[in-house]
């Protein structure tokens, strides 16, 4: 039997009865990170990087018992020894290595490799077995310099303080919308947040992390206090009644969807710059050759696609479907 195999629940470990970022409640749950599409509320108990837990808590409260780790810190479930390892996506972000009877597979949650203010730098496991997303699996998803998507940012900016339009940002209120206020840092640039940004910024701080200085987007602000400022949201706000406040405004997308094509006007904005916290496709297959394993389990994103961009590795990589 696979030590990790998939359930209509999520991803399975029986010798430890453990699921890792479950899908419906379950008993034991192992979350990578505290993005919504990786854990569920309703589980008996839950288990992950101690910031992970941190932010679990302010998302669903204290509805059950939660317990948080440190990197490279290990624990077991019924002989099963598991240990937590950068990701490198967002703060807490865990690649989960599970060890069994001398076999170890490795499951990779988001990754990221590169510099996040607010993350452990990936760390590079081996393993028999890998378990990784493929959220961005065609390789016209390559990343290019940050600093050059910042420069970008910056002259769209004046461009819309010159034609008296409103700059909304869009980025995750967890993760990118911290890293995007810090990379613009410095640059002259006043940040408005929603306050949905603002509660998971002040999170952040409790947790030790510098965030710039930002104002709160209140309703019923004025065009006049709201001034020159770039003002950053949650993707979800845009085509919504929320961004009629602004008389006049242009809609930035960030992400590294940018790269495919029609994908900044179907999700309603005006621009894009390529700003993402996953890996793109170099680094995904890097992280495949350099984990020197004996089988890949694709999973998140155009599966088929990858596994076709994969053939010449000659590894044995399976799509990893839920039963």
């Not at 810190?73 to 490198?88: D, I, Q, R, Y």
């Not at 510099?115 to 077995?129: A, G, K, R, V």
């Not at 310099?145 to 940012?153: A, F, P």
Request: aromatic share 10%; charged share 25%; with cysteine.
């Amino acid at each position: 039997m696979k030590l990790i195999e998939s359930r209509a629940e999520g991803l399975y470990c029986a010798k430890g009865d453990f699921y890792i970022d479950p899908l419906r409640p379950v008993k034991r749950a192992v979350i990578t990170h505290a993005h919504a599409d990786h854990f569920c509320s309703g589980c008996d108990s839950y288990f992950g990087h101690r910031h992970t837990i941190h932010f679990l808590k302010l998302r669903m409260g204290r509805i059950a018992p939660m317990h948080g780790f440190e990197y490279n810190s290990s624990f077991e479930f019924n002989g099963v020894k598991l240990s937590l390892h950068s990701a490198g996506h967002m703060p807490g972000s865990s690649q989960v290595r599970i060890e069994y009877d001398e076999e170890v597979w490795v499951v990779t949650g988001d990754l990221k490799p590169g510099n996040n203010p607010y993350c452990e730098p990936f760390e590079q496991l081996t393993c028999d077995f890998l378990i990784t997303e493929c959220t961005f699996s065609d390789p016209l998803f390559r990343w290019p310099n940050e600093q050059e998507e910042v420069s970008k940012i910056k002259n769209w900016h004046q461009d819309c303080i010159e034609k008296e339009l409103h700059p909304v940002l869009s980025a995750y209120a967890i993760g990118k919308a911290q890293k995007t206020q810090q990379l613009l840092d410095g640059n002259g640039i006043p940040i408005l947040v929603h306050p949905t940004i603002a509660k998971f910024n002040e999170s952040y701080r409790e947790l030790g992390f510098k965030i710039p200085d930002y104002r709160i987007l209140k309703d019923g602000m004025s065009k006049k206090k709201i001034g020159n400022a770039l003002v950053l949201v949650p993707p979800s706000v845009f085509n919504t009644a929320w961004m009629l406040r602004f008389e006049k405004y242009s809609a930035g997308l960030s992400s590294g969807w940018v790269l495919k094509p029609n994908t900044v006007k179907d999700r309603g904005a005006d621009c894009g710059f390529v700003l993402s916290d996953h890996a793109d496709f170099d680094s995904l297959v890097k992280n495949i050759k350099q984990s020197k394993v004996k089988g890949v389990y694709l999973m998140h994103g155009d599966k088929s696609l990858m596994l076709q961009n994969l053939q010449n590795l000659e590894l044995d990589i399976k799509i990893l479907r839920y039963q």
